[in-house]
C-alpha cells in the first residue's frame, strides 16, 4: 500500500514520517507534499492509495485537495488531519469523501498505523453510491461516535470541547449528568477467543440504543470488538436514579442474552457532573466489571463502583491485558505437558518484584505499595477467566484460594498478596497433579470433559483440538496415548452410555433416542449401539 503525507507545517510531516516503521508494515511511504498542488504533482506520476492530508494549507487546502482527487478519478482514500476547532471542515471533508480522520494532537503510533491497516483491509472493496443526505448522517455518526471515544480518556479540556460540539455532532448528553455504563458482550473463554462478529456486534448497538432510549437519552458505542461503552444522561421526565440505572441495564443485559444468545455482563459507574469527568466513570465501569467478575460469590451480572482497597489505582492500572496474555501463554502449556511450568512459580517473586520496582509503578499507573497486590489480583482474575471459559468448577481448581471480594480486600497488603498468591500456585499445582492421574495431560481431561457435556452435537477431531489450542494430529496421538482409544471411540462410548439410560428410563422412540444422542441415522445407530453392546436398542429395553 502507497502513502503520501501532505501537510504545511514540516515538523508535522516529520512526525508521521518517524512514528511508524513503514517498511515492516510493508507500507510504501512514496513521498511528502507542502500543499495541495504538490500533493497533484507527485501523484501524476504515482498515484497512492492514502492520501494524509492537512485540511488548512497555503494554495490548495485540503478539501479542494479531495474534491481534485474525485474530479480526476483517483481510487485514493484520504485520511485529514485536524484539531477539535476544525470540525465543521472536517464534516465538509467526510461529505466529500474523506474516510477517516485523525486528531494532529492525539496521533500515536498505534492509532495511526491502526488507521492504516484498517484502509489496506478495505481498499480492494469499491463503495456503493449514497445520497446527500444519508452520506451526512453517516458521517456525523461517525464523528460522533470518534469524538464520545476520544472523551473516554481526554479529561481537562472536555467540558469547553463538549459545549463547542455538543450541538454541531447533535450530542444527546446533559454535561450535568452522565454515567457510563461499559457491556461485555461474551465472557471471555479460552474454547472460543474469538470476539463477536461484525453484525453480531452491529445488532447488540441496535438492541442497546433502543433500550437506553426507552428511559434515558444519550449513544452508545464500541470500544473493542467486544465491549459496548454507553453514555446516558435523564430524559426530560425521567428518574435518573442509580436504581432506575441499574433496572434498564438489566432489562437490557436480558435482551442481549435472549436475542444475540450471548452472557453479556455489565460494569456501572458513578453519575458525574462534569464532561471532563467521563474518564473517571468509564475507568469506573471497567473497574466494577473486572472486580465483579472475580467475585466467587457474585453470580449477577451487573456490577457497581465500590469500595475497595486502591480502587482508583486499578482502575488506572495499564498492564492489565499484558498480564493476561502472558498468563494464559502459560496455562495454554498446560495443555501439552500436563504440568504447571517453572515460570508459573516465579509469578510470585514477580509480585514481590512489582512492589519494589519504581519503573513497574510508574509504567502501570501505580503507587508505592499497591503493585504488587494489583499485580495478584490480575493474575488470580486471569486463572478464573481461563478455566471459567472450560467450564471447569473453579472451587475444584483453587479450593483453598478462593476468596470473595470482601475476602480480597483484606490481603492489600504485600506481604498478604504474596502468600495469597503462593497458595494460588500451591493449589492450581495441586489440581495439575490430579488431574494427571494415569499420567493425563490437561488436554485430555479437558477434551474428555467437553465430550460428556456435549456428545449430543456434532463432534469432529479438528473442532475438538481447537477447543483446546492444539494442532488435530498431535491432540489425537496424545488422546489416544493416554486414554487407550481414539477420540471417535470416546465418543462413541459415552454417547451408547447415555443411549442406555434413555433406554432404560423412558419410553422414547428408538430414532428419538438416537437424534438425542447424536445420532441422526436411526438405522447407523442401531448398527453401533449392537456393535457395542452385543444387543439390539430394543432388546437391551426389553432386558430392562
Not at 454535561?175 to 470476539?195: H, Q
Not at 499420567?439 to 456434532?458: D, T
Not at 481447537?466 to 481414539?486: E, I, K
Request: net charge negative; aromatic share 8%.
Amino acid at each position: 500500500m502507497k502513502v503520501l503525507i501532505v501537510d504545511d507545517e514540516m515538523v508535522v510531516r516529520v512526525g508521521l514520517k518517524s512514528i511508524i516503521d513503514w517498511e515492516n508494515n510493508q507500507i510504501d511511504l512514496i513521498g511528502e507534499a507542502a500543499n495541495g498542488v504538490a500533493a497533484l504533482s507527485i501523484m501524476e506520476k504515482n498515484i497512492p492509495d492514502v492520501v494524509i492530508t492537512d485540511i488548512k494549507m497555503p494554495e490548495m487546502d485540503g478539501l479542494e485537495l479531495i474534491r481534485e482527487i474525485r474530479r480526476r478519478n483517483y481510487p485514493t482514500k484520504v485520511v485529514v488531519l485536524s484539531s477539535y476547532n476544525d470540525f465543521d471542515l472536517v464534516k465538509e471533508a467526510m461529505l466529500l469523501g474523506a474516510c477517516d480522520y485523525l486528531l494532529k494532537m492525539r496521533v500515536t503510533e498505534n492509532v495511526l498505523l491502526e488507521t492504516l491497516l484498517q484502509i489496506r483491509e478495505k481498499i480492494h472493496i469499491v463503495p456503493t453510491e449514497s445520497k446527500e443526505a444519508d452520506c451526512l448522517a453517516k458521517s456525523l455518526s461517525f464523528l460522533r461516535q470518534k469524538f464520545l471515544r476520544d472523551l473516554l480518556s481526554l479529561g481537562g479540556e472536555a467540558d469547553a470541547l463538549f459545549l463547542q460540539l455538543k450541538d454541531i455532532l447533535q450530542i444527546q448528553l446533559d454535561p450535568a449528568f452522565i454515567c457510563c455504563i461499559l457491556v461485555k458482550l461474551a465472557p471471555f473463554s479460552p474454547a472460543k477467543p474469538s470476539p463477536p462478529s461484525e453484525i453480531l456486534s452491529s445488532s447488540a448497538v441496535s438492541i442497546t440504543e433502543e433500550i437506553i432510549a426507552d428511559r434515558f437519552t444519550g449513544h452508545c458505542f464500541l470500544v473493542e470488538k467486544d465491549e459496548l461503552c454507553i453514555l446516558i444522561s435523564p430524559s426530560a421526565q425521567g428518574d435518573f436514579s442509580p436504581t432506575s440505572i441499574n433496572q434498564q441495564t438489566d432489562t437490557l443485559l436480558q435482551m442481549l442474552e435472549t436475542y444475540l444468545n450471548i452472557h453479556p455482563a455489565a460494569g456501572i459507574g458513578s453519575i458525574i457532573n462534569s464532561s471532563s469527568n467521563i474518564p473517571a466513570s468509564y475507568a469506573q465501569a471497567r473497574t466494577a466489571l473486572f472486580l465483579g467478575s472475580i467475585d466467587s460469590e457474585n453470580i449477577a451480572s451487573i456490577y457497581t463502583y465500590m469500595n475497595f482497597p486502591y480502587i482508583e489505582e486499578i482502575a488506572s492500572f495499564t498492564n492489565g491485558k499484558l498480564i493476561d496474555i502472558h498468563i494464559r501463554s502459560i496455562l495454554s502449556q498446560t495443555n501439552v505437558c500436563g504440568q504447571l511450568p517453572e515460570t508459573f512459580r516465579m509469578l510470585s517473586t514477580l509480585a514481590e518484584d512489582s512492589a519494589s520496582d519504581v519503573q513497574f509503578r510508574d509504567h502501570s499507573g501505580v503507587k508505592e505499595g499497591t503493585a504488587c497486590f494489583i499485580f495478584t489480583l490480575h493474575v488470580y482474575a486471569c486463572i478464573l477467566k481461563y478455566f471459567k471459559g472450560y467450564g471447569i468448577d473453579i472451587h475444584t481448581v483453587l479450593p483453598h484460594s478462593i476468596r470473595t471480594l470482601e475476602q480480597v480486600s483484606d490481603l492489600s497488603t504485600d506481604s498478604a498478596a504474596v502468600q495469597w498468591l503462593d497458595g494460588i500456585i500451591d493449589d492450581l499445582s495441586c489440581y495439575l497433579d490430579i488431574s494427571r492421574q494415569g499420567n493425563c495431560p490437561l488436554s485430555v481431561r479437558i477434551g474428555k470433559q467437553y465430550i460428556e457435556k456435549n456428545y449430543f452435537q456434532n463432534i469432529n477431531v479438528k473442532a475438538l483440538a481447537d477447543y483446546v489450542h492444539l494442532s488435530p494430529a498431535y491432540f489425537g496421538v496424545l488422546f489416544t496415548q493416554y486414554t487407550g482409544m481414539s477420540i471417535g471411540a470416546y465418543l462413541t462410548k459415552v454417547r451408547i452410555r447415555n443411549a442406555q439410560t434413555l433406554l432404560r428410563e423412558n419410553n422414547l422412540k428408538i430414532y428419538e433416542v438416537a437424534q438425542m444422542v447424536g445420532y441422526t441415522n436411526s438405522y447407523y445407530f442401531n448398527r453401533i449401539f449392537k456393535k457395542t453392546t452385543g444387543q439390539t436398542p430394543l432388546e437391551y429395553r426389553n432386558l430392562k
